[in-house]
């Protein structure tokens, strides 16, 4: 690793909360593996290493709060903190079932995003930045978490689903029991509907903050939200209306997913290159 | 030493139509246990009768084989002669029988491998025998150990999961669709008698709702009743379908009910909820395609035997490991079983050494308490008291080892030695021949010296 490297890393983030969470989360996921492998006497160890990466994440966003970082400060902030609702919410989730296959995928995407946190360079985080703006980046941010585990779930209904149609039995998505696809694409609509007000809300508070900036409004992440936003909309409605469920409903949550990482990539190569 | 021993028959052994001859109803199993520990040379006993299987675990008295007995018996109580059922008849004794209970426990005897029932039946036996007042410590201990074991094999391998039969499959593969059975409404296309088990598991696993069609309303009403359904006519079948969440179709029709055409339209109507499909009719009743509409997973016979086959291999091969943990236990309980066979003995040697010292040491109380004593007379009696019980503790075992032959001479010395932990002097053996004139080593001469000194 480079030394500019080290140093910005040990510059922004000394706290040891975060040494402990990056720890945590490596072993959770190898602990996760173990599990999938067949080891299920590893998964209690495996969920505590989860709560324990957890817990020292949320020390770390606490204590950089100290210091005045607030966690929807900028998108480097706030990628730190969606990684810490994401594994929130994954926790919660395989407190009541078995989710082997998604921490194994989940955990390694929320070391990067916090490792990525950490290390991008803090661009141009306005030190101006208004209560208007925290509470739309904040909002966007938890709503976009949500989104984030409503989709894997819904990636998780699409293999089980596959192998399922298929008869592939011993697939790798059930070697930990697996979870019936009825309880994915429940939990996948229920996330839906806790994150589509938020991310509403944080779409209309961007707008106004926009005007009141007086940007302009051609830069591409504005209309990729408003796909976002939509594709969460028409699932909704599809789902509510239509009674559309399974297959179907969870293609479109992962295409309003996608939209919304777009959306997150385009701030964060945007700052990074400013 | 008590020897633990087995006799009877299974499914291993004897085909249904001997065993069900052997098999005892629940209300004779006393009697018969009482009979047993009565008549034969049997001191513990416990009898297990299930259909693949009827034992009698039993402890035979020191020194006896109590199976030719119990083999005469069983045949006896049936009413039939022992040589008609003496090729199918086994028995196993000490750790062979330990093993065989330990496996049996552990479903590794069992017709299905794995399957647990056995390990109920065999606790229910163990409590009929304790009623009868024919279980003893012996038999209790093993019994104890057996399910420990079972538990420790079910804990620590594979062999009891995954489903081993049709109907057992369904139902899992219901689960990995459905969250929940007990809401859920299960539609079952024919009356025969796979469907009958196949609802009546998911009934069991909590479907409440079933429903039967049939072309013939009397067969529905009639598997309606069976199964605590409701039979609705054949003409609604595309409405049924709309409302179920399971179907289990095994009509006995020539040419595929359930096509794709017609589960495209249940499917939309069914906003493409989940729905599981089991066709175990043959030829099949649903059209493998019906597989590809959106939210329909379908399963037929073969589909449901692959898995059966695939899990029972994985039992098998968990059986290897269960295998080693009953070896592993079975031979951890015949070492405890064989220490309790010197248990009397070291009881004896108690009491012997505890009568001996109890009586010498009342007669130094007494020798006290007649006169008073100098703390030098009473160090004087404490010490002649010790000698006393030393040679009277010793008296026996050196004249035995004194007048022993040659031959065991040395071996009872050598036994001695490692009982007391003790190594003899070299000088020893010359000290010895000086002393042979003077006669053998009693109790007396220490009392003589205690008196010289006194």
Redesign the interface.
């Known amino acids: 690793m480079p030394a500019e490297t080290v140093e910005r890393l040990l510059s922004v983030a000394p706290s040891p909360a975060f040494w402990i969470a990056v720890g945590a989360y490596a072993a959770a996921t190898a602990a996760l593996f173990m599990v999938l492998a067949g080891r299920q006497k590893v998964r209690p160890a495996a969920i505590a290493l989860v709560a324990m990466a957890l817990i020292a994440h949320g020390i770390d966003i606490s204590w950089r709060g100290t210091l005045h970082v607030h966690p929807a400060q900028s998108v480097r902030e706030a990628i730190g903190f969606l990684s810490f609702i994401i594994t929130g919410g994954y926790l919660l989730a395989s407190l009541r079932y078995r989710l082997t296959i998604g921490g194994v995928v989940i955990m390694p995407i929320a070391l990067i995003m916090l490792v990525v946190a950490r290390l991008s360079p803090e661009g141009t985080t306005p030190e101006d930045l208004s209560t208007l703006g925290k509470i739309h980046i904040s909002l966007a941010t938890i709503g976009v978490g949500v989104f984030a585990l409503a989709s894997a779930l819904s990636a998780i209904y699409l293999v ?1 689903e596959r192998a ?2 298929n ?1 592939k ?2 697939s790798l998505v ?1 070697r930990d029991k ?1 979870t ?4 994915l ?2 939990m996948s609509h229920q996330l839906t509907w806790v994150g589509f007000p938020l991310f509403t809300v944080a779409l209309i508070l961007g707008a106004v903050w926009v005007a009141k900036l007086g940007e302009s409004l051609d830069r591409p992440e504005y209309p990729l939200a408003a796909v976002t936003w939509f594709a969460f909309a028409g699932l909704l409605v599809a789902r509510q209306v ?7 409903a969870a293609r479109l949550t992962l295409a309003g997913f996608a939209a919304a990482v777009l959306v997150l990539a385009i701030y964060l190569i945007r700052r990074i290159v400013e | 030493m008590s020897e633990l021993f087995v006799v009877g028959i299974s499914w291993r052994t004897a085909p249904v139509a001997v065993r069900e001859k052997l098999a005892f109803r629940e209300e004779e199993i006393v009697g018969t246990l009482r009979a047993l520990v009565a008549g034969e040379p049997v001191v513990e006993a416990l009898l297990v009768s299930t259909c693949n299987r009827v034992e009698v675990y039993g402890v035979a008295k020191p020194g006896t084989d109590a199976t030719g007995g119990v083999r005469r018996f069983l045949a006896e109580q049936r009413g039939l002669k022992p040589a008609e059922v003496a090729d199918v008849i086994y028995d196993h004794r000490g750790s062979s029988a330990i093993r065989h209970i330990f496996s049996v426990a552990s479903a590794l005897d069992s017709l299905v491998l794995g399957e647990a029932q056995i390990l109920g039946q065999l606790k229910d036996a163990y409590g009929v025998a304790g009623g009868a007042g024919t279980s003893g410590p012996v038999l209790g201990r093993c019994l104890e150990r057996a399910f420990g074991v079972a538990k420790r094999v079910r804990s620590e391998t594979s062999i009891s999961r995954g489903a081993a039969n049709v109907s057992t499959v369904a139902v899992d ?1 219901a ?5 929940d059975l007990s809401g859920k409404r299960v539609l079952v296309i024919g009356a025969g008698k796979m469907s009958r088990l196949a609802a009546r598991h998911l009934y069991t696993s909590g479907a409440q709702e079933i429903v039967v069609t049939n072309r013939s309303p009397e067969k529905a009403q009639r598997l309606a009743d069976e199964i605590d359904a409701v039979a609705r006519p054949w003409e609604e079948l595309e409405q049924l379908l709309v409302g179920a969440d399971i179907v289990i179709s095994s009509t006995g029709a020539r040419e595929p009910i359930l096509t794709k055409q017609l589960f495209k339209k249940v499917a939309k109507q069914r ?4 729905m599981f499909v089991i066709d175990i009719a043959v030829p099949r009743d649903a059209e493998p395609a019906i ?1 590809e509409v ?2 329909v ?1 379908l ?1 037929d016979i073969d ?1 449901l035997e ?2 059966v086959h ?1 899990n029972l291999a994985e039992r098998a091969k968990a059986g290897e490991q269960a295998g080693r943990i009953v070896d592993h236990e079975a031979g951890q309980f015949e070492h405890w079983l064989r220490t309790q066979s010197v248990v009397p003995t070291i009881k004896a040697l108690r009491e012997h050494f505890n009568t001996i010292a109890g009586a010498e040491l009342q007669k130094a109380v007494e020798l006290l308490a007649r006169k008073e004593h100098t703390p030098a007379q009473q160090r004087e009696v404490a010490q002649r008291l010790v000698q006393l019980v030393v040679n009277k503790l010793l008296h026996a075992p050196t004249t035995a080892l004194r007048v022993s032959a040659p031959n065991e001479a040395a071996l009872r010395a050598a036994v001695l030695c490692e009982l007391f932990g003790i190594t003899p002097r070299e000088d020893a053996e010359r000290e010895s021949a000086q002393s042979m004139p003077e006669g053998s080593v009693t109790e007396s001469a220490p009392v003589k010296q205690s008196k010289a000194a006194q």
């Open positions: 089980e399922l149609k008869k039995l011993d059930f697996g019936p696809l009825e309880a694409d429940r239509y009674g559309w469920r399974g297959r179907r | 593969l689960k990995r669709v459905f969250n906003k493409w909820r989940e597989g959106d939210g997973f399963y589909d692959k898995v695939a």
